[in-house]
């Protein structure tokens, strides 16, 4: 049984940071973090294979945002600099068991968090 948690949400000024993290339960090498918006869709923000540590990200957030790991902790990050008041929405991270050729931003994921909020004001 794969479960999510998600923490690190809150509401900053324009130009700072936070670090969401993603603790997680079950056997799963491909994580995600996804946003949402009020009124929009769903838009993959960033992903990594945690067995290769290979990443992706979303162009609007690239030299902004950094994914890592902890495998001690079963803790996937999400480091957010330079927030924008773009940035705002709910952040969700996603996990599955995926090749590492598949563990994208519009990949299969079949095990959600709760979400954590962001706001970034101008």
């Known amino acids: 049984q794969v479960h999510l948690v998600e923490s690190g949400g809150g509401s900053v000024q324009a130009g700072g940071s936070l670090r969401l993290s993603c603790v997680g339960t079950?056997?799963?090498?491909?994580v995600g973090w996804f946003r949402q918006a009020p009124g929009k869709g769903r838009e993959g923000v960033a992903a990594?294979?945690?067995?290769?540590?290979?990443?992706v990200y979303t162009d609007s957030v690239k030299g902004r945002f950094t994914i890592s790991q902890d495998n001690i902790k079963n803790t996937v990050y999400l480091e957010m600099n330079s927030l924008k008041p773009e940035d705002t929405a709910m952040y969700y991270c996603?996990?599955?068991?995926?090749?590492?050729?598949?563990?994208?931003?519009?990949?299969?994921?079949?095990?959600w968090g709760q979400g954590t909020q962001v706001t970034v004001s101008s």
């Open positions: 996603a996990a599955d068991r995926n090749h590492f050729l598949q563990c994208g931003l519009t990949s299969t994921y079949n095990y």
């Open positions: 079950g056997s799963t090498n491909c």
């Open positions: 990594m294979h945690t067995a290769r540590g290979i990443t």
